[in-house]
C-alpha cells in the first residue's frame, strides 16, 4: 500500500484549499482513512478521520471548517479545508489504519509523505 497526498500549497487567510490522497492497494475500503498535520516546530497532531463506514472525526481546531470524506470507487480521500487560519500552516499527512481508527496515530500503520500547507495573508 502507498498514500500519495497533495494538494497542499499557499492559502489566504479566510480561503480554502483541498487536499487529496490516493491509496494504492486493496484494503482502502476496510480501512479508516486519517489526516494529521506537523506545524512547524511542534508536534504531530491529529485533524481528521472516516471510518470504513463514513463515520467523521474532527479536532476541535478545526472543526465545521474543515470536512472528511472518501470515495471508495477511486480509493481516494479529501481534506476540505476552509476559513483557513496561519494556525492552520502544517505539513499535512495523510494515514491508512484499522477500520476504526480515529484520533491517535498509533492507530494507523500507512502514511503518506507529507504535503505542505501554508496559510497567509
Known amino acids: 500500500v502507498q498514500l500519495q497526498a497533495c494538494g497542499g500549497g499557499l492559502g489566504q487567510i479566510g480561503g480554502s484549499l483541498r487536499l487529496s490522497c490516493a491509496a494504492s492497494?486493496?484494503?482502502?475500503?476496510?480501512?479508516?482513512m486519517g489526516w494529521f498535520r506537523q506545524p512547524p516546530g511542534k508536534e504531530r497532531e491529529f485533524v481528521a478521520a472516516?471510518?470504513?463506514?463514513?463515520?467523521?472525526y474532527y479536532a476541535d481546531s478545526v472543526k465545521g471548517r474543515f470536512t472528511i470524506s472518501r470515495d471508495n470507487a477511486k480509493d481516494t480521500v479529501w481534506l476540505q479545508m476552509n476559513s483557513l487560519k496561519p494556525e492552520d500552516t502544517a505539513v499535512y499527512f495523510c494515514?491508512?489504519?484499522?477500520?476504526?481508527?480515529?484520533?491517535?496515530?498509533?492507530?494507523?500503520?500507512?502514511w503518506g509523505q507529507g504535503t505542505l500547507v501554508t496559510v497567509s495573508s
Open positions: 494515514a491508512q489504519g484499522g477500520p476504526e481508527a480515529r484520533y491517535y496515530d498509533d492507530e494507523y500503520d500507512m
Open positions: 492497494g486493496p484494503t482502502f475500503v476496510s480501512s479508516a
Open positions: 472516516i471510518t470504513y463506514n463514513g463515520v467523521t
